[in-house]
């Protein structure tokens, strides 16, 4: 314990037993915590007193000795001693005197789970902390501030979605703190680059993964971590289902592959594109299919029965905006060929079979609407010209009839004259 602690614990134990003027012993209240605390020049002593009034606790009626009167009353018991600024050891044990206890938590919040402390001890940073006493490692406190924890749909929590990137980058986008630890410091950086930190930080979207939709919450390993899989899967599902059809799932995991990694990468997720299938033949598939294996060209063949729909759309799609500027009603005809796009995302999902027969299938689909819909603007297009040719005959009809009414008129005037 250091010399700090001690004195502490020594003032504040003195404190409890100091008899009243009236001879009563007084024990100091959460209420007198605060209004000392607020009133100390060093900041470190009063901001806890100040912030703590919005703290999730303070609003259940908890006071500080709830957590620095080891008793748990809000008058501070002597026999059990205070705990003024807990070791990093002592904090979950601290945290989970409550949030281990169901019965307690059930008066709260019966659906917080109370299995956090539990989950944290298996993690990667309860592991340090209780094999190696490393001082930098993350507890409790660290994702969620002491005396300032709001709820999770808070944009001023430390846990809000738009916040944890931040929050777990204090200490792993630190390259000092994270010295001597073999873990990069770069995915902060990586993921704001990424499709998901695009959606999240350029979109607003609060339903981009963030670093606990893969790694845990208090856990910090991925679900079924011996497969990034099982972690993608969460979200992509139906990627996730072709690429086990596929048979590569057993295969990946017996060689230790990583999954959707392997293509996509971890932090820096980019946009997939048809144009990078080409070089996922090179980089990916022919690692193992090898010539005369042709498999490994699977890829390269996808890219070309993609490329044949995408096409087949833009010429359908500019037929029937050609028939639509000249004023034909073809919108049935578009709305139609707007489901190319969803059939083009089911064939985008389909190349995770690793096969180009699935994707072929729902090209061969699409295909079907844009001959439809091209078939579809011909005709309005044909209906265009027999428009005009008619209306150009009517008017020739019009003019010779006006011309051969003015001659009998003038025939009949000149009768009238002789």
Known sequence: MSGARVAWTVTVAALALVPAAAGAQTLP???DCRDCHLGLPDVRLSAPARSYEGDVHAAAGFGCLACHGTGGADRLDPAAGFLSAPLRGEIP?????CHSDAAFMRQFDPGLRVDQVAEYWTS???????????????????CHVAHAIRPPDD?????????IVATCGRCHADPQHMAGRDIDTDQVGAYRSSVHGGLLFDDGDLSAPVCNDCHGNHGAAPPGVASVR??????????ADYFDQSGHAEIFNASDLA?????????????????TLGERSVDVCLTCHTPPDTLGLEFERMQAVLDTLEMARQASL??????ENMGMEVSQALFELGDVNNIQTRAHSAIHSFRVDPVREQVTAGLEITTRAEERGLEALGEHRFRRVGLGLSSVVIVLLIIG??????DLERAEEA
């Open 93 to 97: 044990g601290m945290c989970g005197r």
């Open 124 to 142: 990667g940073h309860g592991e340090r902390l209780r094999d190696f006493d490393d001082p930098g490692v993350a507890t409790c406190t660290d």
């Open 29 to 31: 209240t959460s209420e």
């Open 155 to 163: 944009p001023a929590s430390s846990v809000y979605a738009a916040n």
């Open 259 to 275: 999954g959707c990694a392997l293509c996509h990468g971890h932090h820096a997720v980019q946009p997939a594109s048809d144009e």
């Open 318 to 323: 500019r037929v029937l905006e050609e028939a």
């Open 230 to 239: 099982n972690v993608c899967g969460q979200c992509h599902s139906v990627m």
């Open 405 to 410: 009414l003015l001659l009998r008129i003038r």
